[in-house]
C-alpha cells in the first residue's frame, strides 16, 4: 500500500508538472503571436510611440495639454558627430552585435544577482527602441521578455543605418522634447547636422536623465558626463550612410498634436521626412546586421 501512494503521489506530481510545461508553452506562443509587426517600419515612419503616448497620458491626468515637439530628419542629414556620442553613451557595440549585447547582460545578471535587486540593464540602443515603440517602461520579466523578441526582429527586418535613425528621432530629450532635430533647435538654434562635438556629446549625455538633466542649462555633473563623452567618441564608428536618394518633402502639415520648431534654412540635397511619410528602403550592408563593419 505504501508503495501505491508513493506511485499515485509521482503521478500526480507529473501531471501537475506537464500542466505547468503546457501552459508556459502556450504563453510563450501567446507572446511570440501578438508581437507587433514591425515590416512596416522599413518604408513609413511611425508617427507616434509607446512613450510619447504614455507622456501623453501622464499630462492628462494631472489636467495638462501634453507637448510635442518633434521634426523626423534623415538618417544621413544627421551629425556624425551625434551619432558617435549617442554610440558612447548607449551602446559602443551597436554596429556588432544582433541586437542584444550577451556580454552585458552576463554582466548586468552578476551585478543584479549579487545586489539581490535589478540595479543594472544591459539594454541595447535596438532594445531601448523596441521600448520605446511598443512596450511600457516596467521591468517585470514579461515585458523583457518581449522586448527581446522585439528587437530580435527589428534586427532582421531593418538595417543599422535606419534603427539607429529611428531611436534619433523619438528618443526624448527634454519636457516634450523627442528627436535629435527638435534637441538641436531647442538647445542651440541649428539643425542636427550642425551639431559640433561638444554639443553633441551634451545631447547624448542627457539621454539617461532628460527631464533633469538640460542641456540649455548643464548642470555641473551632466558637463562631467560631457567630457566623459568627448574622450571616447573616436573610438566607435557609426553606421555609414546608404547612398540612395533621399525622400522629398511632400509639404503635408505636421499632424495635430505636434508643435512645430523654428524654421532653419534646408540642408542642401538633404531634405526632412515628416512622421508617416514614406523612406527609401534601406537595404543591409554586407547582407546582414551582425558583426559588420
Known amino acids: 500500500m505504501p508503495r501505491l501512494g508513493k506511485m499515485r503521489k509521482l503521478r500526480k506530481v507529473g501531471r501537475v508538472l506537464l500542466a505547468l510545461v503546457a501552459a508556459c508553452f502556450a504563453y510563450a506562443a501567446f507572446v511570440f503571436l501578438t508581437l507587433p509587426d514591425v515590416r512596416t517600419l522599413r518604408t513609413t515612419n511611425p508617427t507616434t510611440t509607446a512613450f510619447i503616448e504614455l507622456r501623453a497620458r501622464e499630462a492628462h491626468?494631472?489636467?495638462?495639454?501634453?507637448?510635442?515637439?518633434?521634426?523626423?530628419?534623415?538618417?544621413?542629414?544627421?551629425?556624425?558627430?551625434?551619432?558617435?556620442?549617442?554610440?558612447?553613451?548607449?551602446?559602443?557595440?551597436?554596429?556588432?552585435?544582433?541586437?542584444?549585447?550577451?556580454?552585458?547582460?552576463k554582466e548586468s545578471m552578476e551585478v543584479n544577482l549579487e545586489r539581490?535587486?535589478?540595479?543594472?540593464?544591459?539594454?541595447?540602443?535596438?532594445?531601448?527602441?523596441?521600448?520605446?515603440?511598443?512596450?511600457?517602461?516596467?521591468?517585470?520579466?514579461v515585458r523583457k521578455l518581449r522586448e527581446l523578441l522585439i528587437a530580435r526582429r527589428l534586427e532582421a527586418e531593418l538595417s543599422k543605418q535606419r534603427i539607429l535613425e529611428i531611436y534619433l528621432n523619438v528618443i526624448e530629450w527634454g519636457d516634450g522634447i523627442y528627436g535629435a532635430e527638435a534637441a538641436a533647435r531647442t538647445y542651440f538654434g541649428k539643425s542636427s547636422a550642425e551639431l559640433s562635438p561638444a554639443e553633441s556629446a551634451l545631447l547624448a549625455a542627457a539621454i539617461s536623465n532628460p527631464r533633469l538633466m538640460n542641456p540649455g542649462r548643464p548642470t555641473a555633473r551632466l558637463l562631467r558626463r560631457q567630457a566623459m563623452v568627448m574622450r571616447r567618441m573616436g573610438a566607435v564608428t557609426?553606421?555609414?550612410?546608404?547612398?540612395?536618394?533621399?525622400?522629398?518633402?511632400?509639404?503635408?502639415?505636421?499632424?495635430?498634436?505636434?508643435?512645430?520648431?523654428?524654421?532653419?534654412?534646408?540642408?542642401?540635397?538633404?531634405?526632412?521626412?515628416?512622421?508617416?511619410?514614406?523612406?527609401?528602403?534601406?537595404?543591409?550592408?554586407?547582407?546582414?546586421?551582425?558583426?559588420s563593419v
Not at 75 to 90: C, D, F, I, P
Not at 117 to 141: C, D, H, M, V, W
Not at 266 to 276: I, M, N, Q, T, W
Open 238 to 291: 557609426p553606421p555609414p550612410v546608404i547612398t540612395t536618394a533621399p525622400p522629398i518633402d511632400s509639404g503635408e502639415p505636421i499632424p495635430a498634436g505636434i508643435e512645430s520648431v523654428p524654421p532653419l534654412p534646408p540642408v542642401e540635397a538633404l531634405p526632412s521626412a515628416l512622421p508617416g511619410q514614406p523612406v527609401p528602403t534601406p537595404k543591409k550592408p554586407g547582407g546582414g546586421g551582425s558583426g
Open 116 to 141: 539581490g535587486e535589478f540595479a543594472r540593464g544591459a539594454s541595447t540602443i535596438t532594445q531601448q527602441l523596441a521600448k520605446n515603440l511598443y512596450l511600457s517602461p516596467s521591468k517585470n520579466p
Open 61 to 105: 491626468r494631472h489636467g495638462e495639454q501634453g507637448k510635442r515637439v518633434q521634426r523626423w530628419v534623415s538618417y544621413a542629414r544627421m551629425s556624425q558627430n551625434l551619432k558617435r556620442a549617442v554610440l558612447v553613451t548607449e551602446d559602443s557595440a551597436f554596429w556588432k552585435h544582433d541586437g542584444l549585447d550577451y556580454q552585458q547582460i
